[in-house]
């Protein structure tokens, strides 16, 4: 057999040095190399890191992948916006799945998704305020908050435009909680964004008792407001939870 030249060793035995090198270079970089998620923009994304945001307001960001998945809100989508692929339209999956149900109710106008102090959330445009319908809606869709718009509610004036209070009147006061006040003063305004109880609120009347206007007795308010304190008492730190547990509070009625 002829052997090969002395300088070919050397060739070859180089050559396999360098494809290591290259080969453990291409790992290094890829595998074993610490990267700085957060020193790139969700457009510029690593592979190693993943997109999300840390909290439901948050803003997405290239984060560590473990610290996505800990953190509760990630979602595979996001990483269409690696290939600069467009993100699908929420609000056509959410009408989709709740739309039909809606359309029942004619107090129900349509759906947007908009912003609700700072933060996204879905708003439901209603014809009329409509409880019923409010009920079978969950408080939260896609960590997004569910809230209701009524469009030119009766009874609800401008400020700056109302009216003298009528003498001796007792209605409650204020719009939202678990806290009625009740007074001679109507409410100027009530926003539509849902708070924590307000689902009881529809079992609530004032009265004029002994002279004094007060809070009428509501077995039906009570049991709702029990319900609705348990959940905020056993969720305190966790806001979805509390309010996914509210939900089972509406079926008091």
């Given amino acids: 057999m002829k052997k090969l030249p002395k300088g070919l060793y050397s060739v070859i035995f180089l050559t396999v040095v360098l494809i290591s090198v290259l080969i453990y270079g291409f790992y290094y970089e890829n595998y074993l190399k610490p990267v700085d998620c957060g020193s790139h923009s969700i457009n510029d994304c690593p592979a190693r890191c993943a997109i999300c945001q840390s909290c439901r307001n948050c803003k997405l960001a290239c984060r560590p992948i473990q610290d996505c998945k800990d953190s509760g809100f990630y979602d595979e989508k996001f990483e269409q916006i690696r290939t600069h692929q467009p993100l699908p339209d929420p609000i056509v999956a959410i009408k989709e799945a709740y739309e039909p149900a809606l359309k029942q109710y004619p107090a129900y106008d349509h759906m947007v998704i908009g912003e609700c102090e700072n933060t996204m959330c879905v708003q439901i445009y209603l014809k009329e305020n409509s409880p019923d319908l409010k009920s079978k809606m969950p408080a939260f869709i896609d960590q ?73 007795q509501s077995k039906l308010f009570d049991e709702c407001k029990a319900c609705v304190e348990k959940c905020e008492n056993d969720f305190a730190q966790e806001s979805e939870k509390m309010f996914s547990c509210e939900n089972n509070c509406r079926q008091i009625r």
């Fill in 144 to 216: 997004m908050k569910v809230v209701y718009i009524v469009r030119d509610r009766p009874g609800i004036k401008e400020a700056g435009t109302e009216e003298p209070d009528e003498p001796g009147l007792c209605v409650i006061e204020d719009c939202h909680g678990l806290d009625i006040v009740c007074g001679p003063k109507k409410p100027d305004a009530c926003t539509e964004i849902y708070e924590l109880g307000d689902y009881c609120r529809q079992f609530a009347k004032c009265a004029v008792v002994d002279g004094k206007c007060q809070p009428e």
